[in-house]
């Protein structure tokens, strides 16, 4: 099956997820040929050959000042450019930010639709069958995708990525595309880094709370009860999104991934965007609603108010 | 300025279903039928705009049962007009055909500037309703906006980006899709809009209203099927702690962590 990826660049490295894909193809589609679209300006040689060792046959690279940044109307019709020339049966893309925005505008433009978040695919006879959980991953839904090309994007986090990859140098294909004005209607002013001050990714305990924290001062104690325990702060991007932390903090899609022994979430609803950054041993919830979506993960709960919980948790800990 | 606000509505995804049979729908209520969360985001969004510089805020809901409830709502929040479109044949669980009835539904309402809606739909986990809509109306847009601020030729919209946010400008007539920000945290009804809401008059279109043939809108039409839709059921065993005064709590789950041989600390 002729499957082309839309390759995402995020710090100068291919994304994660990305390679997630690429492993996730090249073990369960037998015989499957991997194309990759690279799209951007200054495209680098290194990542074409990291994507060769990851499996992919041909990259098809579209290397254009207007292409910079990520826009909806330039990347969506460089992309319908590649398909045109390649012919793909599946069309995939990490199911960030940007991929969201991808895939169902290239669906639109095959006139049909797509399936998204997906967390595994099946191959059944000659069609695919998608996996995706639903309803804050309280149900499954398995969808089918009808039409001559197939448009999906898959959850970040869903697929892991090949440690040891063996591939070789792919052929490639390098393309242009011409843009007009009618392209250029969204204007591209700035992207805000977060500054990545602290790593959390070789924490072994964190003490992470979200919008129930409810201000600035009351992150005190979260850092006391994260310092007694010899562990780092966390929290959720409702929190960095209101400056109550600073954004190196941020655990989840858009944040840090985290893999600690122990996770301590106050106050945190536990969205699927927060979640697929936390890989945790053991989980302990403190929460006041007993139907919050954290409760379905957490291995430990306390229903009930953190700014009481916290408080006396540190007390005994001491 | 002309805002349309497209609306889901949903069974709360506090309603469990876990273990019971996921189309029992005896077992919801109209209790459980809420906003679609991030739709209600973009109700807020509009009405911010309402309040700065004036605007009529269209409220319209496709999806759901009993749609005519969360219309009012959007009233009782503010918005200043709300359509109902309901049809029998629908069917919405394809992003795509939900994008194709919003397509004729705006070009029923006529005019308008700017498209608003959430960022996903939750209880179907569908995140592709918007990107699908602004490209059949070819239309600029921005998705997943966390902040939104008029300027000159439109208006400048921050947006969730991995590894931080994106900044960039859009004209008026454009398509935006709203986050749960703090810019967007939907305000509370009032007793002046819950007035409003009872005496609104919310006309229902169906498919025939709005120029669409069944056979373009129905099951047979979708290209996402579903093949199956099952319970995950959960292994992991929460110790849930829900009664006793705060130290109790506290207490219980310190010995369940002592027995358990949890370790606290990090070292
Ligand atoms: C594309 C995209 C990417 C995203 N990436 C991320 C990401 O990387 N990380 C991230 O965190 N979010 C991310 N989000 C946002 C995410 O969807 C949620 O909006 C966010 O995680 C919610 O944060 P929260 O749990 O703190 O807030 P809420 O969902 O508002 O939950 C607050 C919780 O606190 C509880 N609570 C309230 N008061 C108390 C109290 N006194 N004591 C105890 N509990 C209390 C409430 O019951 C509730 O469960 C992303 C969103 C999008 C669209
Ligand atoms: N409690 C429920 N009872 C019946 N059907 C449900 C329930 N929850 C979800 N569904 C199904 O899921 C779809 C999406 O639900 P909704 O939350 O209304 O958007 C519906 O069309 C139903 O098929």
């Known amino acids: ?318 | 300025m002309k805002i349309v606000v497209f609306i889901q509505q949903i069974v709360s995804t506090q309603v469990k279903l876990q273990g019971v049979d996921y189309f029992d729908a005896s077992r919801v209520s109209d209790d459980d039928l809420v906003i679609n969360p991030t739709d209600k985001n973009a109700i807020e969004g509009a009405l911010k705009l309402k309040d700065s510089q004036g605007a009529e805020v269209t409220a319209v809901c496709v999806r759901g049962n009993k749609p005519n409830k969360a219309l009012k709502e959007a009233i009782a929040m503010g918005c200043t007009n709300a359509i109902e479109i309901a049809d029998e044949a629908f069917y919405t669980d394809d992003p795509y055909l939900l994008a194709k009835i919003y397509v004729k539904a705006l070009e029923k309402i006529g005019e308008y500037d700017l498209v608003l809606l959430g960022v996903e739909e939750q209880s179907s986990s569908s995140f592709a309703a918007p990107a699908m809509l602004a490209e059949m109306l070819n239309i600029p847009s921005v998705l997943y906006a966390e902040e939104m601020e008029t300027i000159d030729t439109g208006f400048r919209v921050g947006h969730v980006l991995e590894g931080g946010k994106k900044v960039v400008a859009i004209p008026q007539k454009a398509l935006v899709s709203c986050s749960d920000s703090q810019y967007f945290i939907p305000r509370y009804t009032t007793m002046r809009g819950i007035l409003a809401a009872k005496k609104a008059v919310i006309p229902i279109w169906s498919a025939s209203d709005l120029g669409l043939e069944i056979s373009e809108i129905n099951a047979d039409a979708a290209s996402l099927k579903q093949i199956s839709l099952t319970n995950i059921v959960i292994e992991k065993e929460t110790f849930l702690i829900k009664e006793g005064e705060p130290e109790e709590m506290v207490d219980k789950l310190l010995a369940k962590l002592k027995e358990d041989e949890v370790k606290l600390g990090a070292c």
């Open chain 1, 1 to 318: 099956m002729k499957t082309l990826v839309f390759i995402q660049i995020r710090d100068d490295k291919i994304e994660e997820n990305t390679l997630g894909i690429l492993n996730k193809i090249k073990t369960s589609i037998s015989g499957a040929k991997i194309i990759g679209a690279l799209l951007g300006k200054d495209l680098k040689d290194e990542w074409i050959q990291e994507l060769g060792l990851h499996g992919v046959q041909q990259v098809v690279t579209v290397d254009l000042p207007d292409l910079e940044f990520y826009l909806s109307a330039t990347y969506s019709k460089t992309m319908m450019e590649i398909i045109n020339q390649v012919n793909p049966k599946f069309v995939v893309a990490a199911g960030t930010v940007y991929g969201e925005d991808l895939i169902p505008r290239l669906a639109v433009k095959n006139a049909s639709s797509c399936a998204q978040r997906i967390v595994d695919f099946t191959i059944e006879g000659d069609s695919l069958h998608f996996h995706t959980p639903v309803r804050d991953d309280q149900a499954m839904k398995i969808t089918q995708v009808v039409g001559d090309i197939i448009f999906a994007t898959s959850r970040p986090g869903a697929f892991f990525v090949d440690e040891n990859p063996s591939g070789a140098t792919p052929e490639i294909m390098s393309i242009s595309v011409a843009f007009n004005d009618a392209d250029k209607l969204v204007k591209h002013i700035e992207i805000k880094k977060a500054e990545r001050t602290v790593n959390l990714k070789d924490a072994k305990v964190i003490v992470a709370a979200g919008r129930g924290v409810a201000g600035k001062e009351n992150f005190q104690i979260i850092r006391e009860l994260a310092d007694l325990l010899g562990g780092q702060i966390g929290a959720t991007r409702a929190c960095t999104d209101v400056h109550w932390i600073e954004e190196t903090y941020e655990i989840g899609q858009t944040g840090q991934s985290v893999s600690p022994d122990l996770y301590i979430a106050a106050g945190i609803s536990g969205a699927p965007q927060h979640m697929s950054g936390v890989k945790a041993k053991t989980l302990i919830v403190i929460n006041t609603d007993e139907g919050a979506p954290i409760i379905n993960y957490a291995d430990y709960a306390i229903i009930g108010d953190m700014h009481t919980i916290l408080p006396i948790l540190k007390e005994k800990l001491k």
